[in-house]
């Protein structure tokens, strides 16, 4: 099964909003609302944002927040910050006998 | 506080086995509740699912089909860890590999990550 489908970069300046998208299929994002969206920073172990499509687990800013329509999910981190840059990956539970799939990862600069 | 600590070699030859290990504390391997998977981030930067281990009445077991005759995820409920086995390993192997509980669908707390290189 393919790797959930991810812009590979994204760039914004401080204080604005951009969106990262994830796009899969009927088996996988459009099937359950288990996608999850992390943090990665070089040397440091992922960090869980958003999980079950729109959920911010305690401590995460209320300027990240997740979504989904059909096959698609999204992340959008407004007010950009410089601790914003890392890469971010989704990830969702499908119906195949992969049981998990990660998407591509997008890296996001903050000019 | 769960946390989850890795260890095991960084360098493993071609054709031999990586063995990783990961210690669980502020939880217990057999919580009914959650799973323990493996996860890798090969060098090209995408993140895989390998595997998981979970109890729910008796011990159960998935894994991915690239992996799925090669590997082996093993709880040790006597040391609350869990074991990561990957056979007959090739230079694709390389990654850094990740423990990681999921709770209710969710990636919740992650290991430190270990980079294993597979090369003679």
Known sequence: QSALTQPASVSGSPGQSITISCTGTSIDVGAYNYVSWYQHSPGKAPKLMIYKVINRPSGVSNRFSGSKSGNTASLTISGLQAEDEADYYCSTFTKSSTLVIFGGGTKLTVL | ?120
């Open chain 2, 1 to 120: 506080q769960v946390q989850l600590q890795q260890s095991g070699p960084g360098l493993v030859k071609p054709s031999q086995i990586l063995s990783l290990t990961c210690a669980i504390s502020g939880d217990s391997i057999s919580t009914k509740t959650v799973a323990w998977h493996w996860i890798r981030q090969s060098p090209s930067g995408g993140l895989e699912w390998l595997g998981r281990t979970y109890y729910r009445s008796k011990w159960n077991n998935d894994y991915a089909l690239s992996v799925k005759s090669r590997i082996t995820v093993t709880p040790d409920t006597s040391r609350n860890q869990v074991s990561l086995q990957l056979n007959s390993v090739t230079p694709d192997d390389t990654a850094v590999y990740y423990c990681a509980r999921e709770d209710n669908w969710t990636f919740d707390y992650w290991g430190q990550g270990t980079l294993v290189t597979v090369s003679s």
